[in-house]
């Protein structure tokens, strides 16, 4: 028995997941992992596939010398998608004023492919990491003062295992696997350049920490109990998270995310989490 994912996997589903790969020869990964989840009956508490979270299982499985997945499309990442500049995207007059001096702020969910497209060539072209496609269950978000769009945000998938994440809540293994869907990760937070207004960044954190539990328990039918993000400590004091309240917890291996691999890839960063309730601890240990 082996444990991927928060699921549990037998001796006959790694068996299943090979014959399945030898009926199918030319069954690319995403299909793979839609079969898989139909298959095992693998989904989320709205019903949808966990075909995401599936593939970063299958990919484990190949680390660990279980299965051979075919090619990637995208070897070496080659095939990540390019958003180059376009004038949307330009640089506005600059907003220099404290935040008690805008315009009412909104978070509006980024919906349909245009507003996708848009949201995704802000973060490439202004915020340091540029846009990396997330995978499973997510939310975007454009921040509005007034109808001046002032910041953008993301939140998906929590880290597979963080050290400092699981001392702060008390997790053991059974729960954490079982609870992990309850944390969600502000992967990306950009204040544009032109953007100088004091105050708002921990402004719109303190909101998106009441509106996100909402928009996902319409979109996913459940509500995250804790917030995680990384700040590259090299880069950022994380003085916005501190000033929302969140909390400093440790730092992050320098493993990735969702890393297969068992040394430093990526720069070690310092892990900053927030409560959505008063009892999250009390929820993610039971």
Known sequence: MSIYCGREFSDGDIQAIKLLMQQNPSLRRTPLSRKLCELLDWTKPN????????????????????????????????????????????????????????????????????????????????????????????????????????????????????????????????????NLQLVVNNARFLILPWIQSKGLASKILSRVARQLPLDWQQRYGYRPVLFETFVESERHRGTCYKAANWVHVGQTTGRGKKSVVHRQIIPIKDIWLYPLRKDSVSILCR
Not at 58 to 81: E, F, K, V
Not at 168 to 173: A, L
Request: charged share 20%; net charge positive; proline share 7%.
């Open 47 to 178: 019903g949808e596939l966990k075909d995401m979270t599936c593939r970063v299982a299958l990919l484990r499985m190949q680390a660990d010398g279980l299965i051979t997945l075919p090619p990637s499309r995208m070897p070496g990442g080659r095939g990540r998608p390019h958003f180059p500049p376009t004038s949307a995207t330009d640089a506005q007059t600059a907003l220099l004023q404290p935040v008690h001096e805008l315009a009412s702020l909104t978070l509006r969910p980024v919906k349909g492919t245009q507003a996708s497209r848009l949201w995704n060539e802000f973060i490439a072209r202004y915020h340091y990491l540029g846009y990396t496609p997330m995978s499973g269950s997510q939310i975007r978000y454009n921040v509005f003062a007034g109808e001046q769009l002032v910041a953008l945000l993301s939140f998906g998938a929590s880290a597979w295992k963080l050290a400092g994440r699981e001392r702060y809540i008390g997790w053991q293994e059974r729960e954490r696997m079982k």
